[in-house]
Antibody, heavy 122, light 110 residues
Framework: QVQLQESGPGLVKPSQTLSLTCTVSGGSITSGGYYWSWIRQHPGNGLEWIGYISYSGGTYYNLSLKSRVIISVDTSKIQFSLKLSSVTAADTAVYYCARGEGIRGYWIFDLWGRGTLVTVSS | QSALTQPASVSGSPGQSITISCTGTSSDIGGYNYVSWYQQHPGKAPKLMIYDVSNRPSGVSNRFSGSKSGNTASLTISGLQAEDEADYYC??????????FGGGTKLTVL
């Protein structure tokens, strides 16, 4: 059974780069034709899609975050990462990694990690 | 891309039916049959309940159903149960090839 787990610093200083990793246990990022997304949830608010990396390494990002985001796959092929640069307090959120359906559409998130809270503060 | 519009809260008594609306534009909901719904209990990750407007993943109760008319999608929960109390989010594929979510609706079972 495939599971996702986010990890990374819970506190990041303003203007620095937020870095998170999602570990895919029980599976491989490059098999199955899936798309691997990052999604965040600001405190008390709704969800915001950040972007994805596909099983073949292609990426696509939310247009509003595109200039600050990089999603990549670790050479182990069981982890993918999020880097968000020049963070501000507005980037404080719970960050989720999620799996998008490969055949039916990457916009269908059928598996989620438990989420990790990242606070941006000095 | 603006977030989809959902009511902040809805409520219903056990056994009743409730409907949650999700309004977008012709660039998202109205343009594609790619609306999904997610259930989120406090402190938990979202769970996929409906995809492609009206399809249920395996294991999701048939008390949950989805529909769409124009730029508005709807999630209906029939035979309301206490365990249904949660936040519900809609999402849609967009003409920019991105994904947009709604602001979320808190369902209270009275």
């Amino acid at each position: 059974q495939v599971q996702l787990q986010e990890s990374g610093p819970g506190l990041v200083k303003p203007s620095q780069t937020l870095s998170l990793t999602c570990t895919v246990s029980g599976g491989s990022i490059t098999s199955g034709g899936y798309y691997w997304s990052w999604i965040r949830q600001h405190p008390g608010n709704g969800l915001e899609w950040i972007g994805y990396i596909s099983y073949s390494g292609g990426t696509y990002y939310n247009l509003s975050l595109k200039s600050r985001v990089i999603i990549s796959v670790d050479t182990s092929k069981i982890q993918f990462s999020l880097k968000l640069s020049s963070v501000t307090a507005a980037d404080t959120a719970v960050y989720y990694c999620a799996r998008g359906e490969g055949i039916r559409g990457y916009w269908i998130f059928d598996l989620w990690g438990r989420g990790t809270l990242v606070t941006v503060s000095s | 891309q603006s977030a989809l519009t959902q009511p902040a809260s809805v409520s219903g008594s056990p056994g009743q039916s409730i409907t949650i609306s999700c309004t977008g534009t012709s660039s998202d909901i109205g343009g594609y049959n790619y609306v999904s719904w997610y259930q989120q209990h406090p402190g938990k990750a979202p769970k996929l309940m409906i995809y492609d407007v009206s399809n249920r993943p395996s294991g999701v109760s048939n008390r949950f159903s989805g529909s769409k008319s124009g730029n508005t999608a709807s999630l209906t929960i029939s035979g309301l149960q206490a365990e249904d109390e949660a936040d519900y989010y809609c999402s849609s594929y967009t003409s920019s090839s991105t994904v947009v979510f709604g602001g979320g609706t808190k369902l209270t079972v009275l």
